[in-house]
């Protein structure tokens, strides 16, 4: 049971480039998450999905992307990227609402956009 | 959504108790209360959470006053290993899909 899983763990981008993030649980959650942390700041909610094939916007989706094509992934686009992007990247994975508020959180990746 | 206010740092002493309080001034009737914990280049970690009254686990105990204006963590005999940060979040129980990480309390054991 591997929890909550991120590729890739470091990831260095020029400005305008594109890349996308992975995002996968093995717990048969239905709700995932997508967050952003800057430095001495907390996290900031992105995108979120409550389910396969949907997906919603959070506090900060303005140059991101996101698809749920699958129950067990997750997965962040940047399109265009900017350095205002430079963050750490952290997925979460939790059952629906109503169930408690137990996110599980993957280990984050680090992006870094120059 | 209801805001949060914690202090922004404490310092502790191996093998005291400390408590962290949060304030939820606006908290909603389908509010619940969750406190998490972050390490350095890791995730955060669910620690406990509550409605009303007092919560207890394995590693933290939640108290909440009747009026659940406030909150408060209460981390038992801590070790250098507790250093971390540790948020307080506020969230609807039947939404759970908007909550807000403010930017938590970064908490220092020091031997």
């Known amino acids: 049971n591997a929890g909550v899983t991120q590729t890739p763990k470091f990831r260095v981008l020029k400005t305008g480039q594109s890349m996308t993030l992975l995002c996968a649980q093995d717990?048969?959650?239905?709700?995932m998450y997508w967050y952003r942390q800057d430095p001495g700041m907390g996290l900031r909610l992105i995108h979120y999905?409550?389910?396969?094939?949907?997906?919603a916007k959070g506090e900060v989706p303005d140059g991101y992307n996101v698809s749920r094509l699958k129950k067990q992934n997750f997965l962040l686009g940047l399109e265009s990227a900017a350095p205002s992007q430079t963050s750490v990247y952290f997925c979460a994975s939790s059952y629906p609402a109503g169930s408690g508020y137990e996110q599980y959180f993957g280990p984050g990746t680090r992006l870094t956009v120059t | 959504l209801a805001k949060t206010t914690q202090p922004i740092s404490m310092d502790s002493y191996e093998g005291q108790e400390v408590n962290i309080t949060c304030s939820h001034n606006?908290?909603?009737?389908?509010?619940?209360i969750t406190w998490y914990q972050q390490f350095p280049s890791q995730g955060p970690r669910f620690i406990i959470q509550g409605y009303k009254t007092k919560v207890t686990n394995e590693v933290a105990s939640l108290f909440i006053p009747a009026d659940r204006k406030s909150s408060t963590l209460s981390l038992p005999r801590v070790s250098l290993s507790d250093t971390a940060v540790y948020y307080c979040l506020v969230g609807d129980m039947y939404n759970n899909n908007d909550m807000r990480f403010g930017a938590g309390t970064r908490l220092t054991v020091k031997p």
């Open positions: 606006n908290i909603a009737t389908n509010d619940y």
């Open positions: 999905s409550v389910g396969e094939g949907t997906t």
């Open positions: 717990m048969n959650h239905e709700y």
